[in-house]
């Protein structure tokens, strides 16, 4: 039984994915995937008005993540940009793989420059990460904790 409140849903929901394949007809913003977040919208939209960089996270087995990220945003905010990517990612992928967060931070550094980015309340610019940037995981060790 359709109510009222149930059909009001489906037009909007029919004028957002209308709006959003209008957004992405835009050549500035035709890379995005169709299913885009409002979140990855508001991302590109600022780094294409310079608000924001892209910041490009390299893993162990050399996969690139290009991060777009605040220069203001610190450093756990950054951290919790890159569980968003990787999550997003493996969504759109249908890979059920559950990652625990708290064991990557903890064995793993982030490192630019050969800077660890050691604090969580530091700002990216604060280690002179500029755009395309390249940080990338180091595993933990004794000696380099």
Aim: hydrophobic share 35%; aromatic share 8%.
């Amino acid at each position: 039984m359709d109510t009222e409140g149930e059909g009001t849903f489906s037009q909007l929901l029919k004028h957002y994915k209308s709006t959003v394949a209008d957004l992405l007809s835009d050549p500035l913003l035709s890379d995005l995937p169709h299913d885009v977040t409002l979140e990855e919208l508001k991302a590109n939209l600022a780094l294409e008005f310079g608000q924001s960089m892209t910041v490009n996270v390299i893993r162990d087995d050399g996969k690139v993540l290009p991060i777009i990220i605040s220069p203001d945003a610190l450093v756990f905010e950054f951290k919790k940009a890159i569980e968003r990517y990787v999550q997003l990612k493996m969504d759109r992928e249908n890979n059920q793989t559950s990652i625990n967060w708290k064991h990557v931070w903890k064995s793993y550094w982030l490192v630019y420059g050969g800077q660890k980015l050691k604090e969580d309340h530091k700002k990216l610019k604060d280690y002179n990460i500029s755009n395309h940037g390249e940080v990338t995981f180091i595993k933990r060790s004794r000696e380099n904790c």
